[in-house]
C-alpha cells in the first residue's frame, strides 16, 4: 500500500509532516489576524505531528533522506518562524528603536534556528536517533518562545526589551554545546 511505501513522497509518515507544515500555515495567517490564542493551539497540533512523524516513520521503516528534510523544513516552519512572529507580533513596540532592536532580534532567532536545523541536517542519517541533541532543539526553542509570551502577556515580565533579550538567550542556545536527552 502507497501509505507505507518509503519510496512514495506521500507516505504515512510524510504526510504526518505535511499536516504539520499545514498547521505551521495557517497559525502564521492568525498572529496576523491578532488571534494568538488559535496559533497557539495550531502550534501545539503541530508539535503533536512531529512527534508522530518521527515515530511513524521509524515503526514502519519509512525514514528517508527526504523525510528528514521535510521534517526540518516543517520544524523551521512549525517551530522558528510562527513562534518567532507570535511573539514579535504579540510584543508593544512604541518607538522605533524598540521596534528595529525586537526585529533584530528576532532575526538573529530566526538565523539561529535555520542554522541549528541545516547542521543537524548535515550530522543525521535517515532512521537515526543520536542519544542527546546537540543544543536546544526547534521545538523546546519554541515552547521556550511561548513560555517567553505567555509571561509577557500575564505581565510577569511586562518589558519588551527584557523578552527580547531573553529570545536572543534563547536564540544562541539552540547553537549551543549543550546536551539535551532525546525522548
Known sequence: MWLFDKNNRFNLANLITFGN????V?????????????????AWIAGALDIADGKVARKFNLS????VQL??????????IMPSFLLFYALKKDSTFELVFIGI???FYIIS???????FNLKVEAGEVEKY???????????ILWILYLLYTYKIIP???????????????LNSKIKIPHP
Open 133 to 143: 541533541f546537540t543544543g536546544v532543539p526547534t521545538p523546546l526553542g519554541a515552547i
Open 71 to 80: 521534517d526540518s523544513f516543517a520544524d523551521f516552519l512549525s517551530f522558528v
Open 21 to 24: 507544515i499545514a498547521c505551521g
Open 64 to 67: 528517508t533522506e527526504f523525510g
Open 105 to 107: 532580534i528576532f532575526i
Open 113 to 119: 534556528g535555520l542554522r541549528r536545523l541545516v547542521e
Open 159 to 173: 518589558n519588551e526589551i527584557v523578552i527580547a533579550i531573553l529570545t536572543a538567550v534563547v536564540a544562541w542556545s
Open 26 to 42: 495557517i497559525a502564521l495567517y492568525f498572529i496576523f489576524k491578532g488571534d494568538f490564542f488559535t496559533a497557539i493551539v495550531l
